[in-house]
C-alpha cells in the first residue's frame, strides 16, 4: 500500500494578497477547480492507496478539517506539528505514524499541497514506476523538465539522461539545491537536469533508515514526539517537548543531498508550484491576447495579463495593460508587473513589519468553530457575521467593555446568557449585557449563521474572559 | 454684487469607479482638500460676492444640501432642475433667479463645480478683471492657455494675442468648439488661442438681452419655469412644465457663437477640468519618479504611477508599473494605462449596458433623510448600516417580504412599529414583524446610526408600502 503524506503546514507570501499567513495559498482555488490542498488529496485518493496522511500546523488544523470534510474525506490522519521544523522532521513523522510492523513493505508518497498537477493519470503512471523503484530499496525524488531558467528549484541529475517519452526511475547522479542563475542556466541549456518537483516516494523503512543513518539524533527526537502524540478532536499532536528537539531541515538538505540510494523519476505531468503571480498567469485558460480572468473581471485592450478579482461583490476592469498582473480582493489590491511578481513577498514583508493586518489575515477569520468576519466598524460599535457548524460551540466567556445583540439569519442556536438557556431561530433574536457570561452553540445540523452586533468603548477581541473551552485554547481566539 | 452661480448638475464616467451616476466626481475629493463642489463653493464665497446659487438635479439635491452644510454655507440658493437641459437654460434660469430690480448691475459668475483650481487669488484676479468688462456690458469668459493638444475643449480667440504675464479683458475674435485634433494641434501652435473654461461672467441684464435676441424662445420658458418654481424643504424646484419645453442646448453654442459683445479673460490660475485619470495623476502631489499616491497605497519601483486606494480598510500595492492608474474603492477596482484613460467611459458604458450595480451606483446609498449601505448579504437576509440625520424622518412603510431588527449604535430613535412608538438609544434594539407599518425619524441632534437585519425569502428596495412621506417621493428611494 501506498500511504500519501500530505505537506500542508507551510505559508508563503509571494501570491499575497489571496495567500495570507493565516489562510496560505494550498487552502485557495488558485486555478479552477478546488483548492490545491483539496486537488492534491484527492489526485492521491482510490485503489492502491491508504488513508491519506496530511501534516500540518497548529493554526490550519481547521481549516484542513473543514477542507476535507467538504470533499467527504473523513478518514484521514492530520498529524498537527506544535511548531515548524521545515520538511525532514514533518516527512519523517509522518513515516513514523505509518504502522510498519503491520506491512513491512508500506510506501509513502510525500506530496506539498500547494502545487498544479496538469495531468492526474500521467502523474499516477510516475507514482507506478517510482514504486517499482522504492521496492527495490529506492528513495525517489520526482522530477520535472524544465522550460526556463529557474533559480529558487533544486536541480536532480540522472545518471542516465530521460530522452523524448522516455520514463521509468534512474538512478540520481547528483543533487544541486538551488543553483546561481549562471549554473542554473548550463544545466538547464545541457538538457538533462529535471527540477525536483518536491515530490517522494519510499518505503518507510528505507526512509528511517536513511535518517537513522545519516540524521540519527532527528530520527530519534521526530520517534519520541510520534510516540508521544496525543489525539485531540480528531487531529494527532506530535509531543511538542520532543518535536521541539528536533532539527528544522529540510528533506533536501537531510536526505537528497546525502544518501547513496537515490533515484530519479520524470513526471510526464505538466507541473508548476505556483511560486508567484506570473506562474499563476502562465498556468491559467488564456484568451488570444494572452488576458487570463478569474472571477469577475473585464479586459479592455490587456496583453499577457492577470486580472483576478476575489469576489462577484467586486467588478474589476483592466485597460490597455501589457505584463500585469492585478489581484482585488475586498481589503487589498495588488497591481505587478508580470516580471516583478516574484518580489511580492518583499513588500508584504514590508507591511508585516509596519503592522499592516492585511498582511497576514484576511477579514474572515477562521476559528475552530467555523469563522467570523468585521461587516462594519464605528466609532463605538462593531457589526460581525458569524458561521458556527454543525455541533461546534464557543467558549463560556463574558466580555468587560461590551455588550452584544445576535440575530440569528440562518439555522438555530442554542444561547446560554447568564442562568438563561434559550433556543432561537431564523429572525429571533438575543441581548447579552456587558459583564454577563454567554455562549453560544449550534445543536442543529446546518450552518448557523448570525449577525452580531457589539456596542461599547472598547471593541478589541482581547476583552475576553473565558471560562470553559471545548478547543483547549490559552489565547484569545 | 456678484451672485456665483455653481453648475453641479452633471454626471460622468470617465472617473469612474470614483464618479457615477448616483454621486458624480464633483462631489469627491479628488486631489487633496474638499470635494470639487466643496471648493468651487468656497472659492467664490467672501467680500464682493452675494450668497451662491447653486443648480442641481434632482437626484442631487440632499447631497448639495450635505455638502454645503459640512462647509458651514447656510445661505445658498439651490435651485433643482426637474430634467437635464444642458448649460444654457442652467445658467439662464441662475440669472432670472437673481433679483435684478433691485440690484439692476447685479453680475452673475458662473463657475462648473467639477474643475480644479491651483490658485485661488489668481482666479479671483481675473474675476475682478471681467468684472470691470462686464461692468461695461460685456459678456466675459475665462480662457486658460493650452499646454497640450486637446480635442475636447472649445477654443478662444482673442482679438489681441496675451503674451507674458500681460491680463486684462479682450474682446473675442472668435469661439472654436471642440475642433479636430488638426486644427487643435494648430491653434495650440499658433500660441494665441486659449481653452474655454467654462467659467463666465455678466450682469444679469446683459445675459438675459443676449438669450432674448438669439433664442427668444428659451428665455421665454426658462423665464416661465423661474417664475413658476416652487419652495420645498429649501430648494427651488423650476416649473417642470415650462422647464421641459426649455430647448436642451449648451450655452457654447447658444450663446459664445454667436453673441457680438463677448470678451476673454485669460486665467492666471492653473486650471484642470479631471477630465480623466491621466488629468488627476498630473494635478497630483508627486515623487521624483511621477508617483501619485493617493490614501492607503504603496509604490514599489514605479513611474508616472498613480495608485488610489479609496478606503483606509483597502491596502493597494503597485510593483514595477509604468504609466498606470490604479484606483481602488471596495466594489470596484479599475487598472488602466494612463494614455487610455480617457476610454474608461465607454468601458462603463458596456457595465451600464449589462446591468452592472457598480456602474452606477455606490454601496452607499444616499436618501433624503441620510444614507444606507448594504455591509452583508446572505441567501435569506442583509445587514444595513443606516444613518438618519437630525431632524429627519424615513417613511412610514411596510414589508411583504420580510421582518427587520433594529440595534441603535449612536445618537437616538424615535421608533414607530404599528401603534406603538418608543424612544431607543444606543445598545438598544427593536423588532419589526413583517408586514407591520413603521417608521424611524431621529429626534436628536446628532445622527443616527443603527445596523438593520433584514431576514426573508426576498430583500428587494422595492418590496415597500409607502405610507406617508416627508421626502414627497413616489420612487423605492
Redesign the interface.
Known amino acids: 500500500m501506498i500511504h500519501p503524506v500530505i505537506l500542508a503546514g507551510g505559508s508563503g507570501t509571494r501570491l499575497w494578497?489571496v495567500s495570507r499567513k493565516s489562510y496560505p495559498k494550498q487552502f485557495s482555488a488558485l486555478v479552477g477547480g478546488g483548492t490545491l490542498f483539496q486537488e492534491a488529496v484527492k489526485r492521491v485518493t482510490g485503489p492502491g492507496f491508504a488513508a491519506p496522511i496530511v501534516v500540518t500546523s497548529n493554526d490550519f488544523r481547521f481549516i484542513v478539517q473543514d477542507q476535507l470534510a467538504s470533499i467527504g474525506i473523513d478518514d484521514a490522519q492530520v498529524i498537527v506539528e506544535p511548531m515548524p521544523r521545515n520538511t525532514g522532521p514533518a516527512i519523517l513523522a509522518a513515516a513514523h505514524a505509518v504502522d510498519a510492523d503491520k506491512d513491512p513493505g508500506a510506501q509513502v508518497l510525500v506530496c506539498p499541497s500547494d502545487h498544479l498537477m496538469g495531468d492526474n493519470a500521467a502523474f499516477l503512471h510516475s507514482v507506478g514506476a517510482a514504486s517499482s523503484a522504492a521496492d527495490r530499496g529506492r528513495l525517489v525524488v520526482f522530477g520535472v523538465k524544465p522550460d526556463r531558467i529557474e533559480t529558487g528549484y533544486g536541480y536532480l541529475e540522472p545518471a542516465v539522461s530521460y530522452s523524448g517519452a522516455s520514463d521509468g526511475a534512474r538512478p540520481l547522479a547528483r543533487y544541486i539545491e538551488k543553483p546561481p542563475r549562471d549554473i542554473a542556466e548550463k544545466l538547464v541549456d545541457g538538457g538533462k537536469h529535471l527540477w525536483s518537483a518536491g515530490i517522494f516516494l519510499f518505503r518507510v523503512v528505507d526512509l528511517i533508515d536513511a535518517f537513522e543513518g545519516l540524521a540519527p539524533e532527528l530520527n530519534a527526537c521526530v520517534s519520541r514526539a510520534v510516540n508521544g502524540a496525543v489525539s485531540d478532536l480528531g487531529f494527532s499532536r506530535l509531543n511538542p517537548d520532543a518535536f521541539a528537539q528536533a532539527q528544522d531541515i529540510s528533506i533536501d538538505y537531510a536526505i537528497m543531498e546525502r544518501a547513496d540510494n537515490l533515484s530519479v523519476v520524470q513526471l510526464t505531468s505538466s507541473w508548476s508550484n505556483l511560486g508567484a503571480w506570473d506562474a499563476v498567469w502562465r498556468e491559467s485558460d488564456k484568451d488570444v491576447q494572452g488576458v487570463a480572468l478569474h472571477g469577475n473581471a473585464?479586459a479592455?485592450?490587456c496583453e499577457n495579463t492577470l486580472?483576478r478579482?476575489g469576489s462577484d461583490?467586486?467588478?474589476?476592469?483592466?485597460?490597455?495593460?501589457?505584463g500585469?498582473a492585478?489581484v482585488?480582493m475586498?481589503?487589498?489590491?495588488?497591481?505587478?508587473?508580470m516580471?516583478?511578481?516574484q518580489?511580492?513577498g518583499?513588500?508584504v514583508e514590508?507591511?508585516i513589519g509596519d503592522g499592516?493586518k492585511?498582511?497576514t489575515e484576511f477579514p474572515r477569520r477562521h476559528r475552530p468553530w467555523g469563522w467570523y468576519e468585521t461587516?462594519?466598524l464605528?466609532?463605538?460599535?462593531q457589526?460581525k457575521?458569524i458561521m458556527v457548524r454543525p455541533g461546534a460551540k464557543l467558549s463560556l466567556q463574558s466580555h468587560f467593555h461590551r455588550?452584544e445583540?445576535w440575530?440569528v439569519?440562518?439555522g438555530s442556536a442554542s444561547v446560554t446568557v447568564g442562568e438563561e438557556v434559550q433556543l432561537l431561530t431564523?429572525?429571533e433574536?438575543v441581548?447579552v449585557p456587558l459583564g454577563t457570561t454567554h455562549r453560544l452553540e449550534n445543536p442543529g445540523r446546518v450552518e448557523l449563521?448570525l449577525?452580531e452586533?457589539q456596542?461599547g468603548s472598547y471593541l478589541g477581541e482581547d476583552d475576553i474572559v473565558r471560562y470553559e473551552d471545548l478547543y483547549a485554547r490559552e489565547d484569545v481566539s
Do not use: C, W
Open positions: 494578497p473585464r479592455y485592450d486580472l478579482s461583490e467586486i467588478q474589476v476592469i483592466g485597460m490597455g495593460l501589457k500585469v492585478v482585488a475586498r481589503d487589498a489590491v495588488l497591481v505587478t508587473a516580471d516583478r511578481s518580489g511580492v518583499g513588500a514590508d507591511l499592516v492585511q498582511a461587516v462594519s464605528g466609532g463605538r460599535f457589526v457575521r455588550a445583540h440575530v439569519v440562518q431564523e429572525n433574536s441581548y449563521h449577525i452586533v456596542t
